[in-house]
């Protein structure tokens, strides 16, 4: 039974910062490739970045290269995504995924608004 819980998600103004976490269970989590995506209304959901087993690996869409990072703590179970900059193009429901399965998080609501 894989479990994904996404959290940190929220209202912020353009130019804020938000870190999202996703706690995991259910697999040998260290073993595993996660990434995040996401979704806006009306559009497909995306990659946004990912990040392989050890952490030594991250990869991220262009459009966050420069103000995301992706980490994670293998002991603590979670994968992270921190926000920099962000801008109302980011509102999105952003999903955790483990790469290679195909179980989602219930994702967590992102909302860059002044």
């Known amino acids: 039974q894989v479990q994904l819980v996404e959290s940190g998600g929220g209202l912020v103004q353009p130019g804020g910062s938000l870190r999202l976490s996703c706690s995991a269970s259910?697999?040998?989590?260290?073993?595993?490739?996660m990434s995040w995506y996401r979704q806006a209304p009306g559009k497909e959901r995306e990659l946004v970045a990912a990040?392989?087993?050890?952490?030594?690996?991250?990869t991220y869409a262009d459009s966050v290269k420069a103000r995301f990072t992706i980490s994670r703590d293998n002991v603590k179970r979670t994968v992270y995504l921190q926000m920099n900059s962000l801008k109302p193009e980011d509102t999105a429901v952003y999903y955790c995924?483990?790469?290679?399965?195909?179980?989602w998080g219930q994702g967590t609501q992102v909302t860059v608004s002044s």
């Open positions: 995924k483990v790469r290679l399965m195909t179980y």
């Open positions: 259910g697999f040998t989590f260290s073993s595993y490739s």
């Open positions: 990040i392989s087993s050890a952490g030594g690996v991250t």
